[in-house]
């Protein structure tokens, strides 16, 4: 009877340890699809958004370029801001900005070939003000 009792015992510490390991790739395996979804839905929106995307930024462009100059110049940053793009243009601006946006993520890519994503808390958020240097009066 101990025999038995030793080799069902073993049977299911290496059935459970095979169950681990399937358990565990399957998981890697669901993971990557969800990384591959988002990867393929973050790609279809900058492709179905990228000339309202490059809209924004060329304004960003022309807003951030008066607004150094103004300061290089000591002139009104506020006035250089409104004559440039104007303060109602702006804020609507901003507001179809935020709808284009989308949380900003790193892809890395390790040895073994697989790439990770996540999000890269580096960046400044949208939601906050800046605290640069190029904002300051």
Not at 65 to 90: S, V
Request: hydrophobic share 40%; charged share 25%.
């Amino acid at each position: 009877m101990p025999k038995r009792h030793a080799l069902l015992v073993a049977y299911l510490l290496f059935s459970g340890q095979q169950l681990r390991d399937e358990l565990a790739t399957m998981y890697i395996r669901v993971v990557g699809r969800w990384f591959n979804k988002a990867d393929k839905r973050h790609w279809q929106h900058f492709q179905s958004n990228g000339r309202a995307i490059n809209r924004k930024l060329h304004g960003f462009m022309r807003l951030s370029k008066a607004l150094l100059q103004a300061r290089a110049q000591m002139r009104d940053l506020g006035g250089a801001g409104a004559a440039t793009i104007g303060w109602e243009r702006l804020a609507e601006g901003v507001e179809e900005t935020e709808e284009l946006a989308v949380p900003p993520i790193s892809v890395i890519s390790t040895s073994s070939g697989r790439s990770t994503v996540r999000f890269d808390s580096s960046l400044p958020s949208c939601s906050e003000p800046s605290n640069s240097e190029v904002f300051r009066a």
